[in-house]
């Protein structure tokens, strides 16, 4: 395993292996107001929706995890199964790996046997500083190439960058390129946070570009400053281990996130939740808040090590659990979610 290939193996493990959430889950301070008269019969509800021209069977994207080691290829398989089977969306984790080495590419293009509605391509934006203009277009049609993707990832991972030893913190010349993508590619572009959440301001710059969508990926759940701590504490990296814990809960809470990018772009530019969900109730919550879309990781990742029919009982699970919380909301398709009445309760002062 060359360094890129151990490092995702290592993220996979450390998620698998450790507590690597954030300390507080703000989904828990969000509630959605029951209605005692529905006036919907449950099994009547409709979940499908459309995102980026794409129809899904429901409002949920497996979030970009994995491929680049020899093991992702199995996950990644396992986690297509279900999107086929429900219609869902899948991402893959940074491509970076099998653009370095052509050998990688099947751990990751192994989801283009499988007929899902949305498959999206990914990489970290600092790769992106790391190259020409000319190479970042042409490595970015590769990587689309590679799932055949229907929208292209730049991943804004600079916590990420910033604590881990091997850290590429590169942020100077990422938005000019984020720009220019958006123009040049066929393939409609996400702009995505893993953890640490865009602000109202950050959104305001990214609403005068061309992309198509935003994953506010927001703080509450997986966090990257955790995971990074635990693989410094393996090989005995007390600089690290520190920064890690320093930064575990950096970052724009994910129900805040949303709202704060909907006002900015006055909700012009469709908004995927991730960070933090962990069921169909807290996707409900992020579309009621104004995501079009709910993205999940971390939850997904066990099932995915064990089986095909693991994760099929865990997204099952999350879309009854939306089927339900959308029932007791008397609320009959996604579209209507935005009329659901919400609150923030305990300790939600960050709203
Ligand atoms: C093991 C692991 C690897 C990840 N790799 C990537 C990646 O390569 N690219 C990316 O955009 N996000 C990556 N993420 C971040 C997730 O897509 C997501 O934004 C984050 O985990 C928060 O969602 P969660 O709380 O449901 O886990 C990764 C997450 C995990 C757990």
Redesign the pocket.
């Known amino acids: 395993m060359n360094k890129t290939e151990n490092r995702k193996d290592e993220?996979?493990r450390v998620?698998l292996e450790k507590n690597v959430?954030a300390e507080y889950n703000y989904w828990d301070d969000i509630v959605l107001i029951h209605n005692a008269l529905p006036e919907i019969n449950k099994d009547d509800i409709d979940l499908s929706t459309s995102f980026l021209g794409r129809r899904l069977g429901a409002p949920i994207i497996i979030?970009?995890?994995?491929g680049g080691y020899i093991k992702a290829k199995k996950i990644n398989e396992n986690l297509a199964v279900a999107a086929e089977k429900y219609q869902i969306g899948m991402?893959v984790?940074?491509q970076r790996a099998a653009l370095e080495k052509k050998e990688l590419r099947d751990t990751y293009s192994v989801i283009k046997d499988y007929d899902i509605p949305l498959r999206i391509a990914?990489i970290?934006a600092s790769q992106l500083t790391q190259w020409d203009y000319r190479k970042s277009l042409e490595n970015a049609n590769e990587m689309i190439d590679m799932i055949d993707a229907h929208a292209f990832?730049v991943?804004l991972?600079f916590l990420q960058e910033a604590v881990m030893p091997e850290g590429e913190a590169n942020a100077k010349g990422v938005f000019d390129v984020i720009e220019k993508l958006a123009c040049d590619l066929d393939t409609p572009v996400i702009v995505?946070?893993?953890?640490a959440g865009i602000s109202y301001d950050v959104a305001c710059r990214l609403r005068d570009t061309n992309i198509s969508a935003i994953?506010v990926?927001g703080l509450?759940?997986?966090s990257f400053a955790a995971i990074e701590h635990y693989r410094a504490k393996i090989v005995d990296d007390k600089l690290h281990e520190r920064g890690g814990k320093t930064f575990w809960n950096w970052g724009i809470p994910t129900p805040m996130s949303i709202l704060e990018v909907g006002d900015a772009t006055e909700w012009s530019i469709p908004i995927i939740a991730?960070?933090?969900?962990r069921n169909g109730l807290d996707a409900a919550k992020a579309i009621v808040l104004g995501a079009s879309c709910a993205?999940?990781?971390?939850?997904l990742?066990k099932p995915a090590t064990k089986s095909k029919d693991d994760v099929l009982f865990e997204i099952d699970a999350i879309i009854k659990e939306l089927r339900a919380a959308m029932f007791l909301t008397g609320t009959s398709s996604i579209s209507k979610m935005s009329d659901v009445e919400w609150d923030v309760i305990g300790a939600g002062l960050w709203i």
């Open positions: 993220h996979v998620s959430n979030a970009s995890m994995t991402g984790g940074s990914n970290g990832i991943c991972n995505k946070e893993s953890g994953d990926g509450g759940g997986t991730t960070g933090g969900i993205g999940i990781a971390r939850v990742l």
